[in-house]
């Protein structure tokens, strides 16, 4: 951080403002901040010198630099990128301020001599005047209109991402031999490890090291071992890999017979992902560049690759995603009176991906890490997936859906160490539990079934359940509201979710569910 001799805050007429609204440093956050996680983040990793946010979600990243070129400029707007959280970054300099958008895909390299980046909206000068009516145009929307062809939501990196990844497994689920598929379970869970891996690597978690003790030369990064000539010893690198990971971490992503999956997979299907993981546009074939660094984007973001196991068939029975934002506006509305959220249970019936469980524990770890600022990486490590696995339940009808649940809670839990503590756990070995198995906390069932425990005397039921006009008397959600007497207007499903949720609270519980607006006003039978 560079100390410039004017006070940023009083040009952009800020001086007065307070959390918040506006926050300067990390020391400010609240376990109660909404998105605080993600707020940290922008703090630790991007060095930002002060966060702007409207309705409780961040507007603009402030971050004072000694010069602006774009060379220096590149590395970290792609950072920012990633990051996904302010849509504007604003560079500040001693005579200048750069505006730049966080829904721009940053190109290959810093453009040569004086150019700008694509992200780049305009050129300020350090005027409180005009620094003043830029940050009210910001505030009011009237910037975003006004500059909207910088501001495109398709270039967001969560969009970007999953296009790309949805592009991917349509071209892996094409490939065969002798009308011989890889089954879609197997796909989803080769690309959820691979995700992982992925983000172990750019986390710097493991690198060159790690596999040069595998056997595996001349490879620093998961894209180097998908790159191995010819493709069968870049497989069999692969999988001597996951391997070593399910020794080190165990956990649910690697619970698989990967001696199995392994006969599924063929040349044509390593050259895929190979081009995936080097940024070959694969709906085009169109090279490219691997802009993504799991090491910034926001585990909420990663956990909406659900997005891409949305098939058909899951939208016919009502499972619909949910983007970060409402999850957190949920999270926000939901926890508005709770002043701890430890020692409170959650569940969420409909899990789906886990955004509400990845928010609902990143509000835990923040609570606790601020309760025990000099714990020790042991300490910390041990009782974050205590509560992780204590405080937190999720169920869901599809079995996808569970493991991209348990994928995700992973990834937030490894997300609040560093990463030598991390490495201290694997160093140990079996990081990571089991959640889908019986008496975890993740269930692999439907919440309306018979004879299936689920958790009772929660104090929150959160989420996102299906909607439509679906729960009918053969169904076991209209099963159970036919045996304990409870109306389903137009058989709507959600109104089901609500009945039996009320069933699982402690006293003094509360339910808080994205819901159609219609259930409410619905009298039909």
Not at 267 to 282: N, Q
Request: proline share 5%.
């Amino acid at each position: 951080t560079i100390t410039t001799p004017k006070d940023w805050r009083k040009d952009f007429g800020l001086e007065t403002r307070q959390p918040p609204s506006l926050f300067t440093n990390k020391e400010e956050l609240k376990p109660a901040t909404p998105q605080a996680h993600l707020l940290r983040r922008a703090f630790e990793l991007l060095e930002v010198d002060g966060v702007l946010c409207t309705d409780h979600s961040p507007l603009i990243y402030f971050k004072q630099v000694k010069r602006i070129t774009a060379e220096s400029v590149y590395q970290l707007h792609r950072h920012f990128w990633n990051h996904g959280g302010a849509p504007v970054l604003v560079l500040i300099s001693d005579t200048d301020v750069h505006v730049y958008s966080g829904m721009n895909r940053p190109g290959q390299s810093a453009p040569s001599g004086s150019g700008q980046l694509p992200s780049h909206i305009e050129t300020l000068k350090r005027v409180s005047e005009t620094l003043r009516t830029f940050l009210t145009a910001v505030e009011s929307g009237e910037y975003f209109h006004r500059h909207q062809k910088s501001f495109n939501p398709a270039q967001r990196v969560d969009r970007d991402l999953l296009d790309n990844l949805q592009a991917t497994c349509e071209k892996l689920e094409a490939i065969s031999v002798s009308r011989r598929k890889i089954p879609v379970n197997v796909l989803d869970a080769l690309l959820c490890r691979l995700v992982f891996t992925c983000y172990l690597f750019d986390r710097e978690v493991i690198g060159e090291s790690y596999l040069d003790a595998l056997g595996i030369r001349d490879a620093a990064h998961l894209r180097d071992v998908l790159a191995i000539q010819p493709r069968s010893k870049a497989k069999s690198s692969l999988y001597k890999l996951f391997e070593k990971l399910r020794k080190d971490f165990n956990g649910d992503l690697f619970s698989d017979d990967l001696k199995a999956e392994a006969d599924w997979v063929l040349d044509d299907h390593i050259k895929t992902l190979s081009d995936f993981f080097h940024g070959t546009l694969v709906r085009s074939g169109q090279g490219s560049f691997w802009l993504y660094d799991f090491a910034f984007i926001p585990i909420e973001t990663i956990s909406a690759i659900y997005e891409r196991f949305l098939k058909e068939a899951d939208e016919k029975v009502g499972a619909f995603y949910t983007p970060r934002f409402l999850a957190e506006v949920v999270l926000d509305m939901a926890l508005a009176d709770t002043p701890t959220l430890l020692g409170k249970r959650s569940l969420d019936p409909a899990c789906g991906s886990g955004i509400f469980l990845v928010g609902l524990f990143n509000r835990i770890a923040e609570e606790w890490k601020q309760a025990n600022p000099n714990a020790r990486n042991d300490t910390k490590a041990r009782e974050l997936m205590r509560l992780l696995q204590t405080h937190l339940f999720g169920i869901d009808v599809k079995e996808t859906a569970c493991r991209i649940t348990a994928f995700s809670l992973y990834l937030a839990y490894l997300d609040q160490l560093s990463p030598r503590g991390i490495q201290e756990l694997q160093e140990k070995g079996r990081a990571l539990p089991r959640l889908i198995v019986d008496g975890g906390n993740i269930q692999f069932a439907d919440f309306f079934a018979k004879d299936v425990a689920f958790p009772s005397d929660v104090d929150i039921v959160i989420g996102n359940p299906p909607w439509g006009s679906i729960a009918t008397t053969a169904t076991p959600a209209g099963k159970w509201c036919a045996a304990h007497d409870r109306l389903l207007p137009d058989k709507q499903i959600a109104a089901a979710f609500v009945w039996k949720a009320v069933e699982h609270l402690a006293e003094g519980g509360k339910v808080c569910f994205v819901l159609p607006h219609g259930l409410l006003f619905n009298h039909s039978p």
